[in-house]
């Protein structure tokens, strides 16, 4: 567990909150559990001012580095950029069937990445048949297992495949046959299984582009390095907000004097108040008591405020200018 304090603190959230110390550089879902445990601390009336103020802060914060950088712009996963890859060699990915192979996690980011495209025609692959359930059920997918998916693979523009199998099982051949029934049509393979599902063959067919892990990683890597080329500014902008919340600390014993005196005032208050409303039910003259009230008010209202000025000296006094109506310095 790591502990942060004062400035060190603020500066951790912020890094935070922005992705920048996140194991992938400027990824945003670590901001949405920062969210979440603010709600989940608001509910619980566990925030008190300085802690609304700084996770308000840390929020704004992450928005301006979205905002005025392009930490997050470059996707960084693997299942992202697979997905990208699909659409520079299909324009609309709506249209194409896509064959996912595999029901891991990998797997089922690229089914999300895919459902959010808008792809509506998917087929879940997998040993277990159940497990390919899973993934399909959350996306309107068809799930099948791997004995049935060589009798459908013609039927995929697109396939991913990421299983843990020891040997290759998808094959030239098998691959050629399907090309047959498709008349042609180009088929987009990815596999980013290790070791690999397809075999290296398959990429000497024509109509087949056939991509690696290893193609991906690549693309991956310059994303990183764009990021990091981000985060020296991202860096300067959280230095930057930090400082207005540094300013606004201090400001902080400022509204604590202003509210003690606030209260003493009102104790004075009311008590006065409660004064004059017993003379006026004893009947006293109204006039003469409310003149009273208001010199009472008026003589304890002054009495700190009047001794303390009366003990400090001229360069403190000058810094009291403007804090009083129409003061002014004496000039010598």
Known sequence: MSYFENDDAVAHICHVATGLDSLVLGEPQILGQLKDAYHAAKEADTLNKLLEKLFQHAFSTAKKVRTDTEIGSSPVS????????SEKIFADLAEQTVLLIGAGEMIELCAQHLSQKGVRNMIVANRTVENAEKIASLYGAKAVSLKQFSNIIHEADIIISSTAASVPIIGKGLIETALKLRKHRPMFMLDIAIPRDIEPEVSQLDDVFLYTVDDLQQVV????????KEKALAEEIIIGQNK?????????PHEQIVQSYRQSAYHIKNAAVEAALKKLKKGGDSAAIITQLADQLTNKLLHTPFSNIKQVSQEQLTQCEGCVPNIKSKKS
């Open 78 to 85: 693997v299942a992202y950029c697979a997905v990208k890859l």
């Open 221 to 228: 890597n310059d994303n990183i390095g764009s990021r990091q």
């Open 244 to 252: 207005k919340f540094d300013d606004w600390l201090a400001t902080l």
